[in-house]
RNA sequence: GGCGCCUUCGUCUAGCGGUCCAGGACACAGGGCUUUCAUCCCUGUAAUCACGGGUUCGAAUCCCGUAGGCGUCACCA
């Protein structure tokens, strides 16, 4: 089937929401990059504001980290708001509603009338569904709070009337807070933006993601290893299919093929296997160069390990995050051998130290020759050369490390 | 409990009434390549399309129920 890109949706303005009282997991992330990819393939506006309204729960750095994620990921905001900075505006709004006899006061709060008798519904563009509530399941709520600051609902019905949001891409457990905001729209005299509900990301325990999840943040994925491409395509397939068989997407890619109508309505469960394996691909397909930048991003420290540039293409092949990188290049300093490869290593540096020359070639020979001659195994080999069962290639290994270094190493080996 | 949303291999998903006794990917198993481990290549296991009724010549696809899961019922977002 052949697919097209969609059509564009004029004025697009979307925004992401977080309120500073943590670091978002994944699915708040996703839900970013959900309104990030919209707004970009419509031409559109992407804000980020922080509803920092609930003073007892502001967590300080909160909002840095917010920035954080969003910087790292590469997702740029056009326009940025704090709703600390924005009470006249939703005091006045409170005090408009008493007026027209649809809030009143309760002690020291404004609470909202729900109408009685009312249907209330709308078009979720998510899944292209009607969703509706009977206004009497619903109970009177408080839209501004005694210490004068305004609830979620009031807030930020306000403020995507203010800031003309075209689209609210949310989590879906605002579904039933829906028709509350819908209400409020009313009894301001506003239109309503369309409402889209993603499906939340669920953990391996099919409930909401959680710290019990591990991986909660993409702060903590980047800080093991985890490149951003690799996370962001992989956020953007959970839920959201561009058709055909495509997995592997850069993010211009998916700002082309982004469309609503292909999320799905289930909830995805997050999957770290497949993440890894993603992870995989993205760093077997980036240049040397730039997998040499990125490592030492990760660990600085491995500017400290002799050329260990010129490992890279030999461990590219075997890793799944950056992280693998010093386990697959550093050997292991207190493995046990046992009197075979002891034996085997003695051999070794005999036969090291008359090689005319340090390649790989006449390494690799001298070195099966010793081993069939004792009548060891490759794992003795990689064992004694590494003290691991098994790693980088280790002609090729060795060639580099140097044949001081090798024989050094070994004489340590025998030492302990 | 009320209200609402959801339900295709273990997981991510394709599928929009016939081409599906359901396709791809991850994971898993086996094999090839290989001096290790990987990469790469091939093969396989795995969904009676939650269940039960309809509608139709024909349903994973439409309708209605049931069950289960999830969400929400705060002066939190």
């Known amino acids: 089937m052949v697919r097209y890109s969609s059509p564009q949706v004029s004025h697009v303005r979307v925004r992401f929401p977080p309120s500073p009282t943590g670091i978002p997991h994944l699915g708040n992330t996703r839900t970013a990059l959900f309104n990030f990819l919209f707004a970009r393939h419509n031409n559109g506006k992407f804000i980020l504001r922080i509803e920092d309204t609930d003073r007892s729960r502001?967590?300080?750095?909160?909002?840095?980290?917010?920035?954080?994620?969003?910087?790292?990921?590469?997702?740029?905001?056009?326009?940025?708001?704090?709703?600390?900075?924005?009470?006249?505006?939703?005091?006045e709004k409170a005090n408009e509603l008493i007026k027209k006899g649809v809030a009143r006061k309760d002690e020291g709060a404004v609470r909202f009338i729900i109408p009685k008798g009312k249907k209330i519904s709308w078009e979720d563009a998510i899944g292209n569904k009607k969703i509706s509530f009977k206004s009497d399941d619903i109970e009177d709520f408080i839209i501004l709070k005694s210490d004068g600051y305004p609830t979620y609902h009031l807030a930020s019905v306000v403020d995507d009337s203010d800031m003309k949001i075209s689209h609210v891409i949310r989590g879906d457990e605002w579904i039933s807070s829906t028709p509350k905001h819908i209400l409020l729209y009313e009894a301001l005299g506003w239109q309503h933006p369309i409402?889209?509900?993603?499906?939340?990301?669920?953990?391996?325990d099919h409930t909401k993601l959680s710290k019990r999840h591990g991986a909660e943040s993409v702060l903590d994925l980047r800080d093991k290893g985890f490149l951003k491409e690799a996370i962001i395509n992989f956020m953007a397939l959970l839920g959201w299919n561009p058709g055909g068989d495509r997995e592997i997407m850069g993010i211009s890619e998916m700002i082309k093929l982004f469309d609503l109508q292909d999320i799905n309505t289930g909830s995805p469960i997050f999957d770290i296997k497949k993440l890894e394996w993603m992870n995989g691909e993205y760093i077997r397909k980036t240049q040397n160069s730039k997998l040499k930048s990125q490592i030492l991003e990760f660990d600085p420290k491995i500017a400290q390990i002799e050329k260990f540039e010129q490992y890279i293409p030999l461990a590219k092949t075997r890793m799944k995050t950056l992280a693998d990188?010093?386990?697959?290049?550093?050997?292991?300093?207190?493995?046990?051998?046992?009197?075979?490869?002891?034996?085997?290593a003695q051999e070794l540096v005999n036969a090291y130290r008359k090689l005319p020359e340090w390649k790989s070639a006449l390494i690799s020979t001298a070195t099966i020759g010793v081993r069939d001659q004792i009548g060891a195994s490759t794992q003795d080999v990689y064992a004694v050369l590494t003290g691991r069962p098994q790693g980088l290639p280790f002609e090729q290994k060795l060639e580099i490390q140097g044949q001081a270094g090798t024989i050094s190493w070994l004489e340590g080996v025998l030492k302990r």
């Not at 840095?64 to 994620?69: A, G, L, M, Q, Y």
């Not at 740029?76 to 505006?89: A, I, V």
């Open 58 to 91: 502001l967590v300080k750095g909160a909002e840095d980290k917010i920035k954080e994620i969003l910087n790292w990921l590469d997702l740029s905001w056009d326009e940025f708001y704090r709703q600390s900075e924005r009470l006249p505006l939703y005091k």
């Open 195 to 204: 409402f889209a509900h993603l499906p939340v990301i669920l953990g391996p």
């Open 325 to 344: 990188f010093r386990v697959l290049v550093e050997n292991q300093k207190d493995a046990s051998l046992n009197e075979r490869q002891k034996k085997l």
